[in-house]
């Protein structure tokens, strides 16, 4: 029997429960109806009333019900009704004597099911949501049988309340109930304080009395006040995909049709006349809308404002992964801003090798910042040493705190290349960074990647929501140089519309915060502040400025420049015009140019200046931070618009000094008094200029970390990855600190008596990593927990043999290493997509969660495993292949050799008998995958065609 | 004691986040040394990189120790101070934080040995704690407290230990509502806490009893914070009363809003008068880890073991775990119907002075790393080799696993591993049985002999219109997900006005946005990491946490279970 948990109930469900006699539980229905004329304030105070009495009465479950809406009855908003009741019972000590069910026609999203979870019912029923249902059915729109259809709706919406919460880290509804994790956005403080107390508003917005005119006013549509008759077809919103006399939408017709002409043509009047149609003044869209410049009296001539030339310096293109966009389409933005000394941003997927170099046109198509993301997808020590800018990015704007998840007919054979993986089989990027689950983590990561190239600034992208400005401050004590607040309108290849719309904030707020936090705490001078989301015009940058940014970043415009007509299909892979697609036939299509990227970020530049001589500023660093600059437009203080309260914003309690970011600052990572600085480099250095192989031994602690990073990046430029396995050896002794050996290329290896922390072997990049215990140790080799969580993560290509066991999540996100280990814990080759992994000892639960690729083989002594498997993407089978068994047997024969392992030589020397046990774990779609392929160069073929040919039949 | 601590402008003292790192050194056998003083302490300077550190570098986030009161120590030192302290554990130990303005600061002692006194307890004596003032940054000097010990005689008729404390505890609360701008970092016959805003290494140069031969205890718990902000606060170091908690309570607002709703539902044997005096629970100004603190000492003072405290507000994942026996899984779900799980990554180490205990979160998102040594030591901590020892007395090398938890009774002085641990809490009451008769399932009930309400047509038109449906909620939301069991996805970002701009009709719910998880605390995968997540909620009224009996009206939920898929 499967039993389905689910607060999301069936009319029918409802019913059981109005109807139970179980001793010991009434329920009662109090209506959330009232008179239409009636004060919203009243109806709730009514409703107190009457929930107050059916508890007296014995009622320990309260239905609010809003069924009854007539011409005379309004309903209560149900988020409302729902959140005002919980404050009472909170109020009054009852919350936990009694249960809230909700009966409402109004909630149909998944976002509102959210909502009235979290602000405290506990079960609903979405009585219309599943009638309108039902009238699919009838009209013949869906063809299902209703029963089936309103459990699909409803498994749908808790999954999705599963996801919201998750996304704060919430695993059970039962805590997720209740916990309010919101922050309003345009509601008054009166309204907030009574009914949805200690949620954050900031920003003021509408009162009870303009909710209850809206109620009123979404009523008479439906029932005439004076019972004339209505239309009733439903209202086309637009919100997400544009309609024409629905929602506004900022990229329309007319702007995309202006801002390309312009950037084609390189008519700076044009892009004027682009620019004039997004700043409409009585057409306000956003927050920035609301604002206007104060102006002084006088300003400067505009040949005393800062260069085009210079100011372009601080633009960059966002991230957008080479896989999400076309290699042409991420091409030409790389080759644009390198002209301009602006940075584009590789985005997720890793780059093309080709690409570090200078074409032999002369083009430069290296970006000049390279994310790392949570997928770690090609990230390498080459990529990393690549960089001018290396970029974490801790969310993304359209879904942040969600991960992604690239389905294998988008993996073409050339983004499987440049993301390490196998075509045609899935890739998903985790929600967590696993190495960050908290700020010292991070810490941790910016000291890693600071040590995989110490002349890269790092930077830390968060999106805006409330509290961002304290993340920041703890985001610069942990060394980051760049902080980067996104925009919750900013762009995204696919992700759940609930998501685009419902997470996140405007950078505006997000910005200010920021900024002003780290004036309060004295480390706004340590770094750069840059923002993005939908900046449009040289207006949107100086407000933007004003507001704390140095730095902008763009992304759905310069798409637009170089094609994108905003179809909203880029997760469809059937972008019209090839910028959003790998389909070669589409990616034929794509007409942009270097040039009209290059032409919009200028105009956007001369743009600035024209605001900056008006303000008097010459320079970007002269208006980073004045807010004194900006005010709220005379047209928006008062009617609809002066709702909004903007003196938050406006009003930086911290301004005094002008203050930016100054190099001097900057963050010291003390690198100098680094093991690799003191002790590896100095010695090895004759050794790496001479190519010479060369072998030292060093003490080390946990106070040690990224160790053999440095010397691995120095390896790196060196020799690329030219070099052969333990050409440098160092041979360490104590306990290595997090991170041990992250990110070292072919070439190095680190063997290490005693044990270590937490990240080891991170990003392994084709270095060879070795861990036994010390020789006096008296414990059994293969019960000790040798090595940290999160071992392995992202590791490329490599080598790791470990004599001992490790903790959750080993070999996470492995695509390509090599390791070897004796037992390890939960969540063990989670999201793996290539590489191979023997365990010699028991493994924790959850193996093999979302495993895409690669193969692990465990001994399974006690035939076990398949208690602890993952088993929705890998099939567990016996070890029958002979090169499988060849492999095996020569892997563990290494690992016996490196490490000296009791264990692995017990195995294999009696491997005949230990055979039997072992498992071999392989995903599915990857199992097909490489058989297509290795029956295609059985063809003949080549290995490249292969992989084409493979891909075309399986997933074309 | 928070100068600082007030909205201006965007920002609100509530954002604040911290994280850390985390030891503990205990001698199993309860064996007193100043070794295990100095061990701990040893391993918070090793943990210099998992603490923050303000803009100028001089002034840390805070760090502090958790010991057990040292009679050798304190008997030689209040005879300095001139005060009788008696015999071990015949006094209770006060860490006062009080204003350094003198008239104040005075004002405050008197108070508290005023509500002393009216608490039955006869007030010792101040002692003046000995600190290095000097050697600090200029941010934790500005906001320095002035730091005092209060010692209290134990009244004959009360019981050593858990009794006296719980007196103690009621002293505090009170002393607490009344006097501002103080802080009391502990109180306990057994316990006593020295933190302050320091660097890793300027704990044990600032109190010089840390530095005396003669402080010896057998546990010994350390922490080092790493905040978002370097808002300066003395009394937001760890450890709190019982724990030190690396990670973050990310459900905190609904915990603490349902703990204080419990409190009409809360009535225990032992304070039932008293329960005025130390309520509110929680105090809502506090981080999320001292709320979590307020909620154990409550439950703990209360009569609830500390153990089953924490069991039960940091639950593992017990709801799709197969592999769980039944009598764990029953005292699991009974206590879930009383206590939601405070939720989110967490490393938590607890003692009361007699036990420590160590506990990591369902998830494992936080490091927890052991040794166990030849001669009876525990040494945990964040990190393996914050501590050198030599390989040779190392017993065992392990780590603390999801949702597990581990024990070191000093009295009995033995070490008691998870699943002992948990067999014994398990098997303390009939739960299965109990639930049995009292839990009803949705499924179960019989669906009534009753037509279901239906619209007509007309209706449901009239209704969606007035419910402010669109055409595209109904075939972009509504339609894909009765189709697909998913939401629909779509691409690129917004550029549709914010719910408060727009001219549009717009259902409140726009006006709310989902906050996530970014760098202080992680999002989950809810698909590759299922294990972990429930979606159980109960229904009808939640019983008395403190009381565990078969509760046949109070205690009776009802679990909804859809009865829809039953294969």
């Known amino acids: ?586 990616r034929k299509r794509f007409s942009g140019k270097p040039e009209y990227v290059v032409n919009f970020m200028r105009f956007i530049a001369e743009e600035l200046r024209e605001y900056m001589a008006q303000l008097g500023c010459k320079t970007v660093d002269e208006l980073c931070g004045r807010t004194d600059l900006l005010k709220v437009k005379d047209n928006c203080k008062n009617g609809a618009y002066g709702k909004v309260d903007m003196s938050a914003v406006l009003n930086n309690p911290f301004e005094g000094e002008k203050i930016s970011y100054e190099n001097k600052n900057v963050y010291n990572f003390e690198l100098e008094k680094t093991v690799d600085e003191k002790i590896l480099l100095k010695k090895l250095s004759s050794a790496i200029k001479a190519g010479k192989p060369s072998e030292l031994t060093v003490d080390i602690s946990n106070t040690d970390r990224s160790l053999g990073t440095l010397l691995g990046a120095e390896l790196t430029r060196h020799f690329g990855e030219s070099l052969e396995e333990d050409t440098y050896r160092v041979n360490c002794h104590g306990a290595g600190g997090q991170s041990f050996g992250a990110f070292i290329p072919k070439g190095l290896t680190l063997e290490l008596e005693g044990d270590s922390n937490d990240y080891f072997g991170k990003g392994l990049s084709g270095g060879k990593l070795i861990v036994y215990p010390s020789k006096e140790a008296t414990y059994k080799q293969d019960e000790n927990i040798i090595i940290g969580n999160v071992a392995l993560y992202g590791a490329t290509s490599g080598k790791a043999f470990i004599n001992g066991v490790a903790g959750e999540r080993f070999a996470v996100r492995n695509s390509g290493a090599t390791a070897v280990v004796e037992g390890c814990g939960d969540h063990g080759c989670e999201y793996m997509t290539g590489g191979c992994v023997v365990v010699l000892g028991t493994t924790g639960k959850n193996f093999a969660a979302g495993m895409s690729g690669g193969i692990a083989y465990v001994l399974d002594e006690d035939a076990t495993l398949y208690k602890r498997l993952n088993k929705s993407m890998v099939s567990l089978e016996t070890v029958t292949d002979k090169y499988d068994v060849l492999e095996l047997k020569e892997i563990i024969k290494e690992h016996v050799k490196a490490t000296g392992s009791v264990k692995g030589k017990e195995v294999y020397e009696n491997f005949s008998e230990y055979l039997p046990k072992f498992k071999r774990i392989v995903p599915f779609d990857y199992k097909k995958m490489m058989q297509t392929i290795v029956q295609m160069e059985e063809k003949g073929l080549s290995s490249e065609q292969a992989q084409i040919e493979a891909f075309n039949l399986l997933c074309r | 004691m928070d100068n600082d601590n ?120 101040w002692r003046e704690v000995p600190t290095k003032a000097e050697i600090l940054g200029k941010l934790a000097v500005e906001c320095m407290p002035h730091i005092m010990q209060g010692f209290i005689k134990k009244p004959a008729d009360c019981n050593k230990g858990l009794d006296f404390d719980r007196k103690l505890y009621v002293a505090r609360r009170v002393f607490e509502q009344t006097a501002e701008d103080t802080y009391v970092a502990s109180l306990s016959s057994r316990t006593i806490v020295y933190k302050g805003m320091f660097l890793v290494d300027q704990l044990r140069l600032f109190f010089e009893d840390l530095q005396d031969e003669d402080y010896e205890s057998a546990i010994a718990t350390v922490h080092s914070r790493f905040s978002t902000n370097t808002n300066p606060s003395w009394e937001r170091a760890h450890p709190n009363r019982f724990i030190v908690h690396n990670g973050e309570i990310n459900t905190i607002k609904g915990n603490a809003d349902k703990m204080l709703s419990r409190e009409e539902t809360m009535v225990s044997q032992v304070l039932e008068s008293e329960m005025t005096k130390i309520t509110p629970v929680c105090n809502q100004a506090g981080s999320d880890s001292a709320m979590l603190d307020n909620a154990l000492e409550f439950l703990v003072m209360n009569g609830m073991p500390l153990p089953l405290a924490v069991m039960i507000t940091i639950p593992e994942p017990w709801v799709k775990n197969k592999s769980m026996e039944q009598a764990r899984r029953d005292f699991y779900q009974y206590y879930s119907t009383m206590m939601e799980p405070w939720d989110g990554p967490a490393s938590i180490l607890f003692s009361d002075g007699d036990i420590m205990g160590a506990v990591l979160d369902r998830n494992g998102l936080r490091p927890s790393r052991y040794y166990i040594t030849n001669d009876d030591y525990l040494i945990l901590s964040s990190e393996v080799g914050v501590l050198p020892i030599e390989e040779s007395r190392i017993k065992a090398k392990d780590r603390l696993k999801p949702g597990k938890m581990l024990l070191v009774d000093t009295v009995e002085g033995r070490l008691i591993a998870d699943d002992e641990l948990k067999a014994t809490f398990a098997a303390r009451k009939p739960y299965g049985q109990w639930l049995d008769a009292n839990l009803a399932h949705l499924s179960e009930i019989k669906i009534p002999n009753e037509s279901v309400p239906v619209y007509t047509q007309p209706e449901r038109d009239k209704l969606q219109k007035a419910f402010g449906y669109s055409y595209e909620e109904i075939k972009e939301s509504i339609l894909p997900m009765a189709l697909n069991g998913g939401e629909n996805t779509g691409a690129m970002g917004i550029d549709v006005p914010l719910a408060v701009l727009s001219k549009h009709h717009q259902p409140l719910f726009n006006y709310f946005k989902q906050l996530f998880a970014q760098v202080t605390n992680p999002p989950i995968d809810s698909i590759r990491e299922e294990i972990v997540t429930a979606t159980t909620i109960y229904l009808g009224t939640a019983g008395n946490v403190l009381e565990e009996k078969k509760k046949t009206v109070i205690c009776f939920r009802l679990i909804i279970l859809s009865l829809l898929l039953q294969i």
């Not at chain 1, 009852?94 to 079960?123: M, W």
């Not at chain 1, 700043?279 to 005393?304: C, Q, V």
Request: proline share 3%; hydrophobic share 40%.
């Open chain 2, 6 to 125: 007030q909205q201006m402008g965007l920002y609100d003292p509530s954002f604040e986040h911290d994280n850390c790192g985390i030891g503990a050194v205990v001698s199993i056998k309860g064996i007193k040394t100043h070794q295990t003083v100095s061990d701990a302490l040893k391993i918070v300077e090793n943990l210099e990189h998992r603490a923050g550190k303000d803009a100028a570098g001089e002034t840390g986030d805070g760090v502090g120790i958790l010991l057990q009161i040292s009679h050798k120590f304190f008997k030689k030192a209040c005879k300095a101070s001139g005060i009788a302290i008696g015999d071990e554990r015949e006094y209770g130990v006060g860490m006062f934080f009080l204003p350094q303005d003198e008239l104040k600061r005075k004002q405050a002692m008197k108070m508290f040995e005023i509500i002393a006194a009216k608490e039955g307890l006869e007030f010792l004596g």
């Open chain 1, 1 to 586: 029997m499967l039993q389905i948990n689910n607060p999301i109930l069936t009319t029918t469900d409802l019913m059981k429960i109005k109807s139970m006699k179980v001793p010991g539980l009434k329920a009662e229905t109090v209506p959330i109806i009232y008179y239409k004329n009636t004060s919203l304030e009243k109806a709730i105070e009514h409703l107190f009333v009457e929930v107050d009495r059916v508890n007296r009465e014995g009622a320990n479950i309260i239905i609010l019900s809003d069924r009854g809406v007539d011409e005379n009855h309004v309903a209560i908003p149900s988020l409302l009704a729902v959140a005002a009741v919980q404050r009472h019972l909170v109020q009054t000590k009852k919350r936990t004597s009694l249960s809230v069910i909700l009966e409402s026609g109004e909630p149909r999203e998944v976002h509102h099911f959210a909502t009235l979870l979290g602000y405290g019912a506990s079960a609903i029923n979405p009585y219309l949501a599943q009638e309108t249902i039902a009238e699919l059915i009838e009209k013949g729109q869906l063809k299902k049988d209703v029963h089936a259809a309103v459990d699909a709706y409803n498994e749908a919406v808790i999954n999705g309340i599963i996801k919201i919460a998750s996304k704060m880290g919430i695993s059970t509804v039962q805590s997720y109930q209740g916990a309010k994790i919101f922050e309003a956005i345009g509601i008054s403080t009166d309204v907030i304080d009574k009914y949805f107390t200690g949620t954050i508003s900031r920003i003021g917005g509408i009162t009870l009395k303009d909710i209850e005119e809206q109620v009123d006013m979404q009523h008479s549509q439906a029932f005439d006040p004076l019972d004339l008759d209505v239309d009733e077809t439903l209202d086309s919103r637009g919100q997400h995909k544009m309609r024409s006399g629905a929602e506004e939408h900022l990229y329309n017709p007319a702007t995309i049709h202006l801002l390309q002409l312009s950037t084609r043509t390189g008519d700076y009047n044009t892009f004027k006349e682009y620019t004039s149609l997004v700043n409409e003044e009585d057409n306000i869209r956003n927050l920035r809308g609301l604002i206007d410049f104060n102006y002084p009296k006088k300003g400067i001539s505009i040949d005393e404002v800062e260069s085009v030339d210079s100011i372009v310096k601080r633009f960059k293109t966002g991230a957008m992964s080479y896989g999400s966009i076309s290699k042409e389409a991420h091409e030409t933005m790389a080759i644009a801003m390198n002209m301009l000394h602006g940075k584009s941003n590789s985005g997720e997927g890793g780059e093309e090798d080709e690409r570090y170099e200078i074409g032999p046109d002369g083009l430069n198509r290296c970006s000049a910042i390279k994310q790392v993301a949570s997928g770690r997808f090609g990230v390498t020590s080459k990529y990393l040493v690549s960089a001018k800018e290396i970029q974490i990015k801790m969310a993304q704007g359209a879904k942040p705190g969600e991960g992604g998840h690239l389905p294998g007919k988008k993996v073409y054979p050339w983004i499987a290349k440049t993301r390490l993986s196998t075509p045609g089989v899935a890739l998903i990027s985790p929600p967590p960074h696993h190495d960050i689950y908290s700020i010292e983590d991070l810490a941790e990561l910016i000291y890693d990647l600071k040590n995989a190239n110490k002349d890269a600034r790092i930077s830390v992208k968060l999106v805006s929501e409330a509290g961002v400005g304290t993340i920041a401050s703890g985001v610069a004590k942990a060394g980051a140089q760049v902080i980067l607040i996104s925009g919750y309108d900013g762009g995204t290849g696919a992700a759940p519309k609930s998501s685009i719309h419902n997470a996140g904030l405007p950078w505006e707020l997000g910005l200010a915060e920021a900024h002003q936090t780290l004036m309060m705490n004295g480390l706004r001078n340590k770094v750069v502040i840059e923002t993005d989301g939908k900046l449009m015009s040289g207006r949107d940058v100086a407000i933007a400025c004003a507001l704390g940014a140095e730095e902008f970043g763009f992304a759905t415009a310069p798409l637009v420049t170089m094609g994108c007509v905003m179809m909203r299909v880029c997760n469809l892979d059937t972008c019209p015009v090839g910028v959003a697609t790998q389909n070669p036939e589409l």
